[in-house]
């Protein structure tokens, strides 16, 4: 990644950057999604999709033992609805405070 985008997401006084990162300051969430949308937009390209079946955390020691069911129970996944309504709440403003990216083309990739 770019020194550039870690700068702009960073040290940005640009006001919908500051206000999105505020925002995700308080949602203590979707840091990540606000970087796509920052580099895209330095990129002048679409925000990436980055679909993923399972993930799993296997650096995390109560993954290692019960398999699927411990895994969860631990971390992101214990919250799961939280977690999801946050996520689609950062998205929706992020697209609003970037809706002129919101013509340009999502690329989808498996992982």
């Known amino acids: 990644m770019k020194t550039d985008y870690l700068e702009k997401y960073s040290c940005s006084a640009d006001g919908k950057i500051t206000m999105l990162r ?20 330095e990129a002048d390209s679409g925000p990436v999709l980055v679909e993923a079946k399972r993930l799993r955390d296997h650096g995390d020691a109560r993954n290692e033992e019960n398999g699927e069911m411990e895994m969860r129970n631990v971390g992101l996944s214990s919250r799961r609805r939280e977690h999801r309504k946050r996520r689609v709440s950062s998205k929706q403003t992020n697209l609003e405070l970037y809706d002129a990216m919101l013509s340009k083309a999502i690329k989808a990739h498996d992982s």
């Open 22 to 41: 505020d925002y995700v300051d308080e949602m203590k969430n979707c840091e990540d999604i606000l970087m796509n949308f920052v580099i895209s937009d």
